[in-house]
């Protein structure tokens, strides 16, 4: 199923996330503060001996070429380097997921040759990027958006704010889409490149969040920021497209995330199971725990194979927009059995999470134990990048399409 090189990077990520990661996640859950040293180590490069050649790997620049500084591996090393994280904190796999899957391919996909040389070794080196979409008013309905591009000569003037952006605390250089004509609707979308530092860029106070909580989420705003056209990405009107394409790539590496989440969830849950004893035996011998376990892992493989399915396709060029939909979808809300849960929609990671606490007992409610975090962190996957409702809209276009 993987390559050499992939496998390798898989077990070097999951040393990483053991070492570096496991010791600050209930630390940096309770501040809410990702830890300097762990986005540190996302950029560093590490250095495994793959006879008879050396393997150089960068967790913020994997699939980015080394004349950029990357490491060069393929897509889907990424979706197994997010799994892997996640398993051990979903907030430090969504740093790595939206570097790789959003910062860089944004600018490797659209960016001029200048914009690559500028960027591409800041990003891969010590640089956050932050894609600034979604409004107050434009949640799913993203190209309602406000944000106003004016043309002022060889530059532009952009006013308005974002809400929700990820990773906007620690960034230093955002994606801002932008209208540069509104009577054109959404062709008027443009994303321009703007740097931390420019006047009038202000980042708001991060939100207070349910999960994820070391990863930041902060409204920015725009008063009458001056940007050259040269650091427009791609084409003027064409930012609609660019989104769209991102998101449906990026919707693969949040899979990828719950996945990760849900699998390590139950990873610390089993075999507690197997220790805890009531009457006379382990709570995992008595029949009705091995089938709930049974069917849950069931679904992780089921969820599993969706997600790598559309991460081949889309790393050889083939068209993934319907799988990715279907893997985000099935990870983030899949009919549980009803066995289970009755007739009820859950996640695959909630469906996970939930029955975990449920088989810990009481001590599964109580934060001396990572389960119920990972109850919090795995909500959020039916809502970002795309709502579980959009994720069914885009399966039932392409379903008429192909019918």
Known sequence: MFTEEEAMLKDMVTKFAQERVAPFVQKMDENAKMEDSIIQGLFEQGVCTLLPNLYFWKLMSIELGEEYGGTGASFFSIILAVEELAKVDPAVALVCELQNTLTNKLFTTYGTEEQKRTYLPRVSKDTLGSFCLSEAGSGSDAFSLKTRAEKKGDYYIINGSKMWISLAEDAGVFFVMANTDPSLGYRGITCFIVDRNTEGLHVGKKEDKLGIRASSTCPVTFDNVKVPETNILGQVGQGYKYAIGML?????????????????????????????????????????????IAQVATQLEA?????YNAARLAETGRPAIKEASMAKYFTAEVPASPSLQGFIPLLVATLTTSKCIEWMGGVGFTKNYPIEKYYRDCKIGTIYEGTSNIQLSTIAKFLAQEY
């Open 248 to 292: 449906n790539t990026g919707r693969i590496g949040i899979a990828a995330q719950m996945l990760g989440l849900a699998q390590g969830c139950f990873d610390r849950t089993v075999p507690y199971t197997k220790e805890r004893v009531q009457f006379g035996k382990s709570v995992f011998d008595f029949q009705g725990m091995q089938h709930q």
């Open 303 to 307: 969820a599993r194979l969706l997600t």
